[in-house]
């Protein structure tokens, strides 16, 4: 059982470039949702799914785009990446419902020039 | 590994020892909270969690205590191993939304 899986693991962009982060999950999961980490700051929610085709906003949604089209992939796309996008950026994923186990990736390191 | 969590607080305890790792949380209507650890390089790992309407529960060798009038949660690991050694992450749900507190480094003294 793969879990929640996260591509590329390292990633470096140039401002300005865009590019997309992908996720799957093979759980079946309804809830998924992207975090980022920077040093001495936690992990911040970005976006948030309860079900395909749905999406919403979480602490720091500027300068990302989702989408939820099938329950298993939840892309978080950088349209025009900027130094301050410069983060570990973790996908993670539940069952359905407001509680439980909140399952996540192995993380992708994300560095803008 | 990430070098996340550089300027985050920590708390140093000896092998054996018990250790208490203490969150402030912000929104009193958050209904459910979550404890996480993160060990260098990896994605969170679940620990234990509770619900609003109870005060503490207890799993293996760890127990969490809420404090809904002051807002204060707290983790207390049972006799601390050296696999302990992480950054513990609290976690605030309300409605769909778990949002992390900063977080607190545990180090293990053997």
């Known amino acids: 059982n793969a879990g929640v899986t996260q591509t590329p693991k390292f990633q470096v962009l140039k401002t300005g470039q865009s590019m997309t982060l992908q996720c799957a999950q093979d759980?079946?999961?309804?809830?998924m949702s992207w975090y980022r980490q920077d040093p001495g700051m936690g992990l911040r929610l970005i976006h948030y799914?309860?079900?395909?085709?749905?999406?919403d906003q979480g602490e720091v949604p500027n300068g990302y785009n989702v989408s939820r089209s099938t329950t298993e992939d939840f892309p978080l796309r950088l349209l025009s990446a900027a130094p301050s996008q410069t983060s570990v950026y973790f996908c993670?994923?539940?069952?359905?419902?407001?509680?439980?186990?909140?399952?996540f990736g192995e993380g992708s390191r994300l560095t803008v020039l | 590994g990430e070098s996340v969590g550089l300027h985050l607080p920590t708390l140093s305890v000896q092998e054996g020892d018990n250790s208490i790792i203490n969150c402030a949380y912000s929104?009193?209507?958050?209904?459910?909270f979550i404890w996480y650890k993160q060990e260098s390089g990896k994605g969170p790992q679940f620990i234990i969690d509770?619900?609003?309407?109870?005060d503490k529960r207890q799993g293996q060798r760890v127990t969490v205590l809420l404090n809904k009038t002051v807002k204060h949660l707290s983790l207390q690991i049972a006799a601390t191993q050296p696999g302990d050694s992480a950054v513990y992450f609290c976690a605030e749900s309300s409605s769909y939304k778990l949002i992390f507190g900063s977080g607190t480094r545990l180090l293990v003294r053997p």
């Open positions: 509770i619900r609003s309407n109870m």
């Open positions: 759980m079946n999961h309804e809830y």
């Open positions: 929104n009193s209507a958050s209904d459910y």
């Open positions: 993670a994923s539940r069952d359905g419902g407001q509680t439980g186990e909140l399952f």
């Open positions: 799914s309860v079900g395909a085709g749905i999406t």
